[in-house]
């Protein structure tokens, strides 16, 4: 057996792990959770939900702050909001052959913000 070694330019990637799927936008937050260039999303269901949030949070999610989403945020409305504060870039939803709420392949979705 060989040893293995890291170079040292490479930087360790932070994982978050919770029960409760609105829980990764606070685990986020504390880590540093600022321009993520990708989420790997492990379910059976894609959530991607947006949910409904006071005004004042919409307009912090604009500004690039997540921390005031946290309390509405739940199990299917979690993603979009990281998406739509430009803290995440790209979702990798990784799913069982069974569920089929979107299609295999790549999908843009466009996220908007009114008055």
């Not at 979702?91 to 790549?106: K, M, N, T």
């Amino acid at each position: 057996m060989s040893d293995v070694s890291c170079d040292s330019d490479i930087q360790p990637i932070p994982l978050i792990t919770v029960d409760e799927h609105g829980d990764c936008v606070q685990g986020l937050a504390e880590v540093g959770g600022k321009d993520w260039d990708v989420i790997v999303h492990f379910d059976s269901h894609p959530d991607l939900d947006f949910g409904v949030m006071p005004r004042g949070v919409m307009k912090e999610l604009s500004q690039g702050s997540i921390l005031g989403c946290a309390p509405y945020v739940d199990v299917a409305t979690w993603i979009l909001p990281l998406v739509s504060a430009n803290v995440v870039g790209c979702v990798v939803w990784v799913r069982p052959q069974w569920s089929e709420q979107l299609p295999d392949g790549e999908h843009m979705i466009g996220l908007a913000f009114t008055d």
